[in-house]
């Protein structure tokens, strides 16, 4: 069986920023929130995530002795300023489909355990940050966030990865508390446009914008969509705000070449005219959650953003969405983004519709010429 030290040295000579080792037992306190808080999270069983399973470490590989927890810093290298803006910053290089960066790393490390005897799981499903805070890799942010304690700066911008194993390592001692300084004033809590967070350990998943980008269903409500502002897919509002983070942000680094080059079909007139093949061609293999049935909402998403951009560049394309998009979703939102934007042919493209749409289209079109005339 290897050895402890020597499961480290294979983790950093893959690349992993930082390991950690705590015991297999169940997470009964993130049980316990869980079922406590069941209708917020009763849409990750109707998505099929089953959270509740992933706290029972035997239940993901029977005969669990200890848990190892990888973590991955995803903001080593610097991002293109016109992406971070719309997309939270995990997903910009996320593998998860392609399996050519963090994957690959994931599995050559199980290998190496399989290599010295050593059975293990990566189930998805695991309370990755309780796990990481179990083992000692960092403390918990009043955002919610993991906080590294000797990488990345000591910043949120990391993902723990839990990996159990049938053998039993020597547990690190646990770090399970909230390491936020007094002074910063709940800054992240404040900033919440959403108001999903509720406190240290406490957030509302559906009313955060992350949640509403790639699961909420229908037409984003009217009293979210300002406060949504021009995220796309995922935010990062509220680790943006920490000054526990700012150290971090501020380090100058090279460009992530991976991202750069794939920034072009994230272009927000490229993505409110995509079809199903560019979706699945660029967009879907870096950005997954929402699969090609769900094209409307990315339409849906974009057109918001594009009303609070401000930016009358985009009143053409949005004119074209309310005139030619398929999914009355995303022509309501269009037509919200219009008035929102305003100006001449803003509302030349409103009133031409008003006539030729019924329902929530109807109703937003008119919402909009409304809201030009009181502007």
Not at 115 to 131: D, I, T
């Amino acid at each position: 069986m290897p050895t402890r030290r020597e499961i480290t040295e294979k983790a950093l000579e893959l690349g992993f920023a930082d390991i950690g080792f705590t015991t297999a037992e169940p997470f009964t306190s993130q049980a316990e929130i869980l079922e406590e808080r069941k209708e917020s999270y009763a849409w990750t069983l109707a998505g099929g995530l089953k959270l509740a399973d992933g706290t029972d470490p035997g239940k993901a590989l029977p005969g669990a002795k200890s848990i190892i927890v990888l973590l991955e810093s995803y903001l080593e290298k610097a991002f293109p300023a016109e992406l971070e803006g719309h997309f939270g910053r995990c997903y910009l290089d996320d593998d998860r489909v392609t399996k050519d960066g963090m994957t690959r790393r994931l599995r050559l490390f199980r290998e190496f355990l399989r290599q010295k005897g050593v059975a293990s799981a990566a189930p998805f499903n695991a309370p990755q940050r309780l796990a990481a805070a179990r083992a000692g890799l960092g403390d918990f942010g009043k955002n919610n966030f993991l906080f590294a304690h000797r990488v990345a700066g000591r910043s949120s911008w990391v993902v723990p990865l839990p990996v159990i194993v049938d053998r039993e390592f020597p547990p690190d001692p646990p770090t399970v508390a909230v390491g936020c300084p007094e002074w910063c004033r709940n800054a992240c809590i404040a900033s919440c446009p959403t108001q999903a967070i509720r406190g240290p350990n406490r957030l509302e998943p559906r009313r955060c914008i992350a949640f509403l980008t790639y699961f909420g269903r229908g037409l984003t409500p009217t009293e979210l969509r300002e406060p949504m502002g021009l995220w796309v897919y995922g935010c990062d509002r509220c680790q943006n705000v920490c000054p526990r983070n700012t150290p971090w942000m501020t380090m100058e680094r090279p460009v992530n070449e991976r991202v750069a080059a794939k920034s072009d079909a994230f272009d927000l007139s490229r993505l409110l005219k995509m079809n199903r093949d560019f979706f699945l061609e660029r967009v879907w293999p870096h950005m997954f959650y929402m699969s090609d049935k769900d094209l409307w909402r990315w339409h849906m998403n974009v057109a918001r953003a594009m009303g609070n951009s401000f930016n009358d560049r985009y009143v053409p394309e949005l004119a074209s969405a309310l005139r030619d998009n398929g999914d009355e979703r995303v022509r309501a939102m269009a037509a919200w983004a219009l008035g929102r934007i305003g100006g001449v042919a803003a509302r030349k493209a409103l009133e031409m519709h008003l006539s030729k749409e019924d329902g929530i289209v109807r109703t937003e079109v008119r919402s909009a010429l409304d809201h030009l005339t009181h502007a």
